[in-house]
């Protein structure tokens, strides 16, 4: 059966009415592969006259043994975020007489076919031979070898645990990546260092074959527990197998009080989590809250003047603020294309829509907003000035990105990753931040000048209250454009990925 599914696949993307394009994106992908590949080996080549040179030979291999488990846990972060779930191929085998066990073996091993997978194979070769096996021996280095391999595929097999266990606890979609984060900090200012108390496991690896029998056991543990897990829940009835969406009209939820505007909203931000790729952007999103730490204590070498100062603190704070309905928004309707029928098919449902995701986009642009006041510690005009990006998100720059993104939007697939995936893309996609930063520099620029920069700011923070206030008026502009083009956007999204 393993042969029958890997002709059929096959098959499938060779039939695929968006094999050129499928091809172009193959070659892109390639390319990028082929340039990391040559760094890794690179990096291989000269790891060891490297840790040689850093902490000198005698330390070379405790020094690595402590690293180690920081290494595996950014392997943690690429894989949560890049590491593509087998489960979305079921649906195409569940009706028919195969044994469903055997559909989800093949389905597990196929995802071990990435380049994840030989990282540490191609990376740790060169060192366990020239640097452990004669120090060690042979069969120390093959254990160390070994040993870290199997602790990738184990880290796989647990990803695709926890992928699976977040369809039903969606904050673990955000509590994960920020634990493995927090230890990344907890290391770099020295208050913690995990891998003082994980280098022992490492160093018996030279040893003893114990720590590779204990991997092996640990990593065919998390094996079965997936295959038991996509068994239990690999049913057509099943919402997670079908992709079948639920609006129920007994909804309640924080957006409930806005009436059907506010049940897609709260739908929506359900899609987010759930979804690997708009949850990478949202993950990108948060982590945008960080520039500030870069860019804040260094303000002096950014800038010449005072003026320049604050123009470049203004463009920050509506970044920040922004940064997710920027990204997410700039595809507006197109993640909706799989059921854009739908809401055709609903009294008032085009203005909904629209509303709900402005009531999205507002309530993560103010969690935005409050998260970032503390660099208010830098000084108080950054707490400003965030607060002039925030209003002129709300106010104009929302609406800016929703009238633009509404030109010719393309059908996409929520399902795939968002590296080397271009549905959905056009050409306002590429054109849409010109726009969205001319609107707030077009005003401040010109005032700061002739006047002063509180003048700019001041401007600016009066239209974008006053469009505030006319909030309503701006909705009903991309409404009546969308329902304009509704029967050609859902002609579009018909077509076939």
Not at 419 to 428: L, R, T
Not at 438 to 457: C, V
Not at 469 to 495: C, M, T, W
Request: charged share 10%; glycine share 6%.
């Amino acid at each position: 059966m393993f042969r029958v599914f890997t002709q059929m696949a096959i098959l499938k993307a060779w039939r695929s009415i968006s094999l050129g394009r499928n091809i172009i994106s193959g070659l892109a992908a390639l390319g990028f592969l082929l340039f990391i590949t040559i760094y890794v080996l690179l990096i291989a080549v000269f790891l060891s006259p490297i840790l040689d040179r850093a902490v000198g030979p005698e330390n070379a291999i405790p020094f690595l043994n402590t690293m180690l488990v920081f290494v595996f846990m950014f392997e943690i972060l690429y894989r949560f975020f890049l590491q593509k779930r087998p489960t979305f191929d079921l649906v195409s085998w569940l009706h028919l007489p195969i044994n469903k066990k055997t559909i989800i073996h093949y389905l597990l091993n196929k995802s071990l076919l990435s380049p994840f997978t030989l990282v540490f194979p191609v990376l740790f070769t060169p060192l366990s031979f020239n640097k452990i096996a004669p120090e060690y021996g042979i069969a120390a280095a093959f254990s160390f070898l070994f040993t870290l391999f199997l602790i990738s595929i184990t880290l796989h097999w647990f990803i695709l645990w926890v992928r699976h266990i977040s369809l039903r606890k969606n904050w673990l979609n955000i509590l994960f990546p920020v634990v493995v984060l927090a230890f990344f900090a907890l290391a770099y200012f020295n208050i913690f260092i995990l891998g003082e108390y994980t280098r022992p496991f490492f160093d018996a690896t030279l040893t003893s074959v114990w720590p590779l029998l204990g991997t092996l056991i640990t990593g065919s543990f998390f094996y079965f527990l997936n295959l038991r897990n996509y068994s239990q829940n690999a049913y057509l009835s099943d919402e997670k197998a079908s992709g079948f969406i639920d609006l129920s009209s007994g909804f309640t939820g924080l957006f409930s009080r806005f009436g059907l505007a506010g049940e897609l909203a709260e739908t929506e931000l359900r899609l987010i989590l759930r979804h690997k790729k708009s949850r990478s952007y949202f993950i990108i999103s948060i982590v945008t809250l960080l520039y500030g730490l870069f860019f804040y204590p260094r303000l002096d070498s950014f800038a010449q003047s005072w003026q320049d100062i604050y123009a470049f603190m203004l463009f920050l704070g509506i970044f920040i603020s922004g940064a997710f309905f920027i990204q997410y928004g700039q595809l507006l309707i197109s993640w909706n294309s799989a059921n854009f029928d739908f809401y055709l098919n609903r009294h008032g449902g085009i203005k909904a829509i629209l509303r709900g995701k402005w009531l999205l986009f507002v309530a993560i642009s103010a969690l935005f907003y409050l998260v970032s006041l503390p660099y208010a510690y830098y000084g108080l005009e950054i707490a400003a000035l965030h607060t002039v990006g925030f209003l002129y998100n709300v106010g104009i720059g929302i609406h800016a990105i929703m009238f633009i993104a509404l030109w010719e939007p393309k059908p996409m697939d929520i399902n795939k990753s968002v590296f080397f995936n271009y549905e959905g893309v056009g050409v306002a996609q590429f054109l849409i931040m010109i726009p969205y930063l001319f609107i707030p520099y077009a005003i401040y620029l010109p005032l700061a000048f002739f006047f002063n920069p509180a003048t700019g700011l001041a401007v600016l923070t009066i239209l974008s209250v006053i469009a505030i206030a006319f909030n309503d008026r701006l909705l009903e502009l991309s409404a009546r454009r969308l329902h304009r083009n509704r029967y050609r956007v859902a002609a579009s999204f018909r077509s076939e990925i």
